[in-house]
């Protein structure tokens, strides 16, 4: 079975970076898409970042583009999550995830199927 490993959180001061990182480990790993989404207290679940494994191409919630930087490492089927200009509504349990299906939807909770622990950022004023 598929595991999934977040680190990298902390708390850091607003305008600091951040990378997070995601180590899938298993018998078998075999995700078409890997995805970063995050839980502030007493919101939803969203999505913030995706991946094509295979392909590489990125996508992004709008509130961290320019900011934020997905990306992967296919060798160590580790995924970071390269977070730059921190804002103190950034902060959030942030969340690894892993999509199998063929048919990806990059932004959909219900899509992924192997998910992370969590990890907390919290980002200061």
């Known amino acids: 079975q598929v595991q999934l490993v977040e680190s990298g959180g902390g708390l850091v001061q607003a305008g600091g970076s951040l990378r997070l990182s995601c180590a899938a480990s298993?018998?078998?790993?075999?995700?078409?898409?890997m995805g970063w989404f995050r839980q502030a207290p007493g919101k939803e679940r969203e999505f913030v970042a995706a991946i094509i494994w295979s392909r590489g191409r990125t996508y992004y919630t709008d509130s961290v583009k320019g900011r934020f930087t997905i990306s992967r490492d296919n060798a160590k089927n580790t995924v970071y999550l390269q977070m730059n200009a921190l804002k103190p509504e950034d902060t959030a349990v942030y969340y690894c995830a892993a999509q199998s299906s063929t048919y990806i939807v990059v932004d959909s909770i219900q899509a992924y199927d192997r998910w992370g622990q969590g990890t907390q950022v919290t980002v200061s004023s």
């Open positions: 298993g018998r078998t790993f075999s995700s078409n898409a």
